[in-house]
């Protein structure tokens, strides 16, 4: 480890709420192998919502961040990367301790984001901006959420991708 490298952070110390994982994914990030992360939460009530177990704060039968981190542990070498998706991760205030710790594994990050809550501790993550989305969509109805979809997208792009350097 170098001296401008920290260590990894403890997987006790990073409190995520995850509602589902796919161990393997060939379509969440085309091209590569990955593990897909679904966090729970998010404030839109999008009617075409493929995941809408995933739209209230917390879920019936969520899994550790733990046992998740774990289990990516034992997949080093085997996936090109994970994927935070949801639901809406940036709802998640230890998202960028995830991104870290998972990241320190060796493996890049995708994230797939509406971008409502991206801040400064999101986008130390490194990452790249996508396009932005002006989609009509009805507006939040959770803490931390802008007033309209307008106000979402002035304030961050509809996608950010997460890779690590090198």
Excluded at 111 to 128: D, F, K, M, P
Aim: charge should be positive.
């Amino acid at each position: 480890m170098t001296a401008s490298t920290s260590p990894k952070p403890a997987p006790s110390s990073v409190e995520l709420r995850i509602g589902g994982l796919v161990r393997l994914s060939t379509c969440d990030w085309p091209g590569e192998l990955v593990a897909t992360v679904f966090c729970q939460g998010c404030p839109w009530q999008c009617g075409y919502c493929h995941n809408p177990h995933l739209l209230p704060a917390r879920g019936p039968d969520q899994l550790a961040w733990q046992d998740v981190f774990a289990f990516l542990e034992t997949r080093r070498g085997l996936l090109d990367g994970v994927v935070f998706s949801g639901g809406e991760p940036t709802l998640q205030s230890d998202l960028p301790l995830a991104i870290a710790a998972v990241r320190s594994l060796g493996f890049r990050i995708g994230l797939h984001t509406a971008g409502l809550i991206l801040n400064a501790s999101h986008a130390s993550c490194r990452c790249s901006t996508g396009s932005a989305s002006t989609s009509k969509r009805r507006s939040p109805s959770t803490i931390g959420s802008p007033a309209s979809p307008a106000a979402a997208t002035a304030r961050a792009p509809a996608l950010r991708l997460c890779s690590a350097a090198g």
